[in-house]
């Protein structure tokens, strides 16, 4: 095992990270932009270093700050998190040349998966149903031209994306041409490259993802699927697992397909597979991400299995203990990202500070987050606050724990989605499974508050008014009491001193 | 004493009554209240046995109220206000950036028409894209931003004014 592991990331998944380090028993080595110096993965971890201003393009994805970190502390390895360097080719090479072990595949599974046409081909060889589209990057001109071939709605991705960034679904011809410029804008300053693919667009379609992990002895395991149909923006916002939609056969198979892509890059690490799945239950292969996942947690819930901590040990040479008969699920998990961010202004980001913040917690609750009152959300970095996991026997359950641990969160400062998850969690198509990424855009209702608790609200505003106004004007009359003896009455009260 | 609050464009009032107890006035009746601060921002309220826990944040006439998972944003309003209050509806709507953000592209040039729910500006935040609407039909006044450059929440970006 390693003595020292650097975190290249931020936020809660830098915190997530420190966690199975800590419990490996490994020293960990934090880095901060300047937006992040109050932030927790600094003052949890043993080292911290700073690497320069805000903009990620100045810091976290500077692969030379990085490595100089790593060489300074004397950390043997690097995590790369999700997002900024998880899933670049150069880093994972940049390590390996420098002698750091890079928790995660070999940059030769990071590049052919990595590049979407690329990975296309591998599925293609594995056997794995893909949806229609164009062989590779386009030029606008030929873009044009395959839409019209596939038919109307298509899709519009990034080919070096991920994370909903630069992908734009068309419905109509004249809207094409601006939306494959939004998207090239878009895939140029989140990627730096602004190449694109057109694919059809499937109507109705549930996203369906296989975790996968492999060791570096040719050994490759599935740990089941996940379902992340909420979307919004093209992102994710629940995710639960097991998918509601995927019965014990089908679950068998997608998993076998899953590991035989994995396996034809001779996977390394913790990986996911992610596939699109119409009406019909046909399936098809997405892409493949080459890191740890956002929605890991609800795979962890069901399995009992530790991601992450296995990444570190696999990436350290250690062999997968269980064969894939002893992976085994039990109950359900549901996991909400909760956002820094306005449902009813279309889940624009509402940066700010959090002036206050209270987190559930309960039996089968675990709030993966970096969060405290006080902390400042900037416009640099995801809006994400928190992921706030659940687990229950069924889904019904799980269901309704969600949505009583979202009713005991409270966040002051910034506008979230809080209630926009707690209406979904109300809903009778969510209720019953019948979920699709078409969700949201064909529930306007659920993004605006009903304002039932309008009574409550305005009692609480008018006591707090009322209470604010009394304070006032004690501390008017306090002001002639001598201020030794307003010291004195403090610190006994705090228990310091007794009078 | 009566509070006056504005929520949503809509004016609630509540009294609550000051004596031995505190009472609060509902559909006519009045019941006890009971408000404990249990931390910095954290309350107990309990009315009339009822138990409601609320973060509440106040930053002068603010008040934002959370409520199970719900935010209530009052502005609390004194009764001279409120009576001095008439919407002037004018014929000139500004548009504004709703958060820190970088215009990407302007799409209508000064003097150029625009219909309602037309986009007038994309504009970039945390990598994402949107782009911003015209709220009425009519003429582009002024343009008061560049492409490239970065905007404060609530800048104003392009003025349109109705024909």
Known sequence: MFNKILIANRGEIAVRIIRACRELGVKTVAVYSDADRRSLHVAMADEAYHIGPPAPGESYLVIKKIIDVAKHSGAEAVHPGYGFLSEKEAFADACEKEGIVFIGPSPEAIRLMGDKITARKIAQGAKVPLVPGSEGAVTDVEAVGIAKKIGYPVMIKASAGGGGKGMRLVRKQDEFESSLRMARSEARSAFGDDSVYVEKFIEQSRHVEIQVIGDSHGNVLHLFERECSIQRRHQKVIEESPSPAIRDKMRKKMGEVAVRIAKAVSYRGAGTIEFIMDQKENFYFLEMNTRIQVEHPVTEMITGFDIVKWMIRIAAGEKLLLKQKHISMKGHALECRVYAEDPEKNFLPSPGKLEYVRSPSGPGVRDDSSIYSGYEVTSFYDPMLSKLIVWADTREEAIKKMDSVLREYIVLGVRTNIGFLRRVMGNDEFIRGEIDTGFIERHPELLKSNGNGIELALIAAALAIRNSTKEEVETATQAKVSNWKLFARKLAVSGKIAI | ?163
């Open chain 2, 1 to 163: 004493m009566i509070y006056t609050f504005k929520f949503q464009d809509q004016i609630y009032r509540i009294n609550l009554e000051d004596g031995k107890q505190t009472e609060v006035e509902i559909d006519g009746k009045k019941f006890p209240v009971c408000f404990q601060k249990i931390d910095e921002r954290f309350y107990s309220i309990l009315i009339d046995g009822e138990s409601i826990g609320v973060g509440i944040l106040k930053k002068g006439k603010k008040v934002e109220v959370f409520l199970n998972g719900e935010l209530y944003e009052f502005e609390s309003i004194s009764e001279r206000e409120r009576q001095s209050t008439s919407a002037i509806i004018s014929g000139v709507q500004q548009i504004k950036s709703p958060m820190p953000s970088r215009v990407v592209k302007i799409l209508k040039n000064v003097d150029e028409a625009v219909n309602e729910g037309e986009g007038v500006i994309v504009i970039e935040a945390m990598k994402m894209e949107s782009e911003l609407k015209s709220p009425i039909n009519g003429r582009v006044k002024e343009v008061k931003v560049k492409e490239g450059s970065a905007v404060e929440s609530g800048s104003v970006l392009i003025v349109i004014s109705s024909e």
